[in-house]
């Protein structure tokens, strides 16, 4: 694979990695030690740059031991900072990135919006990344503020980065951090181009806030137009995926293929042992056999993920007394 | 001589020390069935005493409390951690040693804790195995070191060569307070850090945590490093 997205299982939280022609981009690093593993694993120890969805600690935390570390080189990181979140942790991450600056050690862009025109959205020949949220609007009136006529204040899943990811002018994956109703809205009402193959699943497939999430996917699901559907869950934290969410999802798109990182203990209450199978790359959930898919690494030219891995999850899922997908698990190429 | 092959180590005698000869008998029972000998020490005068006496077939079961008696002037954390310094094998026998902040200074080279009631053979030369692997710098994933930031939220306890911290690693856990002691002569920015919280502030370093590790009682923090 010369271009891939890796959807890494990080359990609760989200972390992809973008590789295309010897560069590596990070789309939210989770929290702990997960994306290092997977960078280990994979060789990689320069990074062309880092894309910080949003500043809850199961996006950015392990941000911190990425930039503690000096065996890492991080070229560029972009974010939105947030005056919502003056939190510890978002401090210790700007000790890290201040000290990296101070000594010219890193780029960093802030002020991330869709519509604009940024040289570093080109990763290859091959591969882009269009931002397709929050909009220009949502950016200018920051988490905490609610938009013109609107009554709901932004909150930092509102503002999340949402990328797609573009193979060769094919969208291929819609990387959606925590984007929630608000954020849905105005990428409907700005009609941005947000269809995709492959949707990673917004909020980990928890709730969308207080608002409705069978009307949340549904609507969803009608600008994405995905064929298959991630979700970055963690087994035993938060119930994720929520079961309306994915009955809302088979009802609005039938056929849809489905995939979890990690098995969710609505599916299967105990772990399953899976001596059949063993996550090739970096999965947080293989060692206690918490995986489903485990870490889903896509090739962006076929569209594919790993043939073993799809196999192995088919096999698994069909398996399972009671699984929440319960339909056939297997990637189509793109067409 | 008879010994025991333990990681490509021939292990050929174990010293056990507990200022309660009782348990050290009780050491020397659960040993019983491994072809290792054994031997009581019966006092401690230092830790180059230990080291004089020992050699590379050699491992060591030791207690924590030991300061409190005529038996040894040091505590059996500090033993345990000099031995591993000198590739010893050591292990380390308490009852409750989760809450003592002064062995997460020395727990880097301290690799197995093991309670007195889990305390038999088998967990012996498991441990001993744990110390030789990382002798040979063959860490598990949860006692492997990697560079983090430390964020200081409080002094807890001050003496003339500690510094007792609240910490939080926030690339570990970011809702969980630590408590580990800090050693003045080997951390420059002591003063710093009393500075920083008496004015209100945070103090944010960096240093080597374990950061797999699966519970507070396993981690570490060494190597500490000013911003």
Partial sequence: ?335 | MQAVNIEGREISRVFLIDDDPSVRELYEYHLDGFRVDTEEVLHIAGMEQLLKASNDHDGFVCDFHLNNSRYSPINGDVIVSNLYKKNIPAVLCSRDVDTISSVRRLRHSIPCIIEARNLNGESVMEAFATCIREFSGNFSSIRRPWPTLIRIENVVQESPSILRVAVVVPGWEAQSIIEVDISKAEVGFCADIVRSIKSGDVYRCKAQVNLDAESQTDIYIKDWLSI
């Fill in chain 1, 1 to 335: 694979m010369t271009s891939t997205l890796a959807v890494l299982d990080v359990g609760h939280g989200s972390s992809c990695v973008l590789t295309s022609c010897g560069k590596a981009v990070v789309i939210d690093t989770a929290d702990r030690t997960h994306l290092l593993h997977y960078l280990e694993c994979k060789g990689i120890e320069e990074i062309e740059m880092i894309i910080i969805s949003h500043t809850d600690s199961d996006h950015v935390g392990g941000l911190i031991n990425i930039l503690a570390n000096p065996k890492y080189v991080v070229k560029h990181l972009v974010l939105n900072c947030d005056s919502q979140k003056q939190s510890k942790l978002w401090g210790d991450v700007r000790t890290l990135v201040d000290d990296l600056m101070g000594r010219g050690a890193i780029r960093v862009t802030m002020g991330v919006s869709a519509n604009q025109a940024y040289g570093w959205t080109r990763v290859s020949d091959e591969v882009s990344i269009e931002i397709v949220s929050p909009t220009p609007l949502m950016a200018l009136t920051g988490a905490g503020s609610a938009l013109p006529k609107g009554t709901k204040a932004l909150t930092s899943n509102s503002v999340s980065i949402v990328a797609r990811i573009v193979f060769k002018g094919i969208p291929v994956a819609l990387v959606t951090a925590d984007m929630d109703r608000l954020a849905l809205d105005e990428m409907i009402r700005t009609e941005c181009a947000a269809d995709s193959k492959y949707l990673i699943f917004p909020h980990h497939g928890g709730l969308p806030g207080t608002d409705d999430p069978v009307k949340f996917t549904s609507d969803l699901l009608s600008v994405v137009k995905p064929d298959a559907i991630i979700f970055s869950n963690g087994r035993g934290r938060h119930g994720t995926p929520r079961a309306e969410i994915i009955d809302a999802v088979r009802a609005s798109l039938p056929v849809v293929k489905i995939a979890c990182t990690q098995l969710s203990v609505k599916c299967c209450e105990k772990p399953l042992s899976r001596d059949d199978y063993r996550p090739y790359v970096y999965s947080a959930g293989a060692e206690s056999h918490s995986f489903c898919a485990g870490t889903v690494e896509i090739d962006l030219e076929t569209g594919l993920a790993d043939k073993r891995m799809l196999q192995a999850h088919a096999n698994f899922v069909s398996g399972l007394p009671s699984s929440l997908c319960s339909i056939p698990v297997v990637l189509l190429p793109i067409a």
